[in-house]
């Protein structure tokens, strides 16, 4: 079983950027998705194996999806960070081109301070 591994949360100030880390690459397809207390889990940001991108309206302008893969890392820049990007951030990752995820990451805390 794959199992992606994130790094880079932390708390930061209203304001601020921080760049999450995840393990993976050659994927079809791989995303960042985030769930805040008593909310349901959602997309934040998508990338294809062609570097072809996609952003939720709320962090469109801020946030950043990029992949390395000669080190076999996708990173998400976050900046002008807002209290409501409090989360855990989660990296997937898709085999194929449907079918959903397949992989998941256990999570990384974000807290945002205003």
């Known amino acids: 079983q794959v199992q992606l591994v994130e790094s880079g949360g932390g708390s930061v100030q209203a304001g601020g950027s921080l760049r999450l880390s995840c393990a993976a690459s050659?994927?079809?397809?791989m995303g960042w998705f985030r769930q805040a207390p008593g909310k349901e889990r959602e997309g934040v940001a998508t990338i294809a194996r062609d570097g072809s991108t996609s952003y939720a309206d709320s962090v469109k302008g801020r946030f950043t999806i990029s992949q390395d893969n000669a080190k076999n890392t996708l990173y998400l820049q976050m900046n002008s960070l807002k209290s409501d990007d409090t989360a855990t951030y989660y990296c997937a990752a898709m085999k194929n081109g449907a079918g959903g995820y397949n992989y998941w990451g256990q999570g990384t805390q974000v807290t945002v301070s205003s």
């Open positions: 050659g994927y079809a397809c």
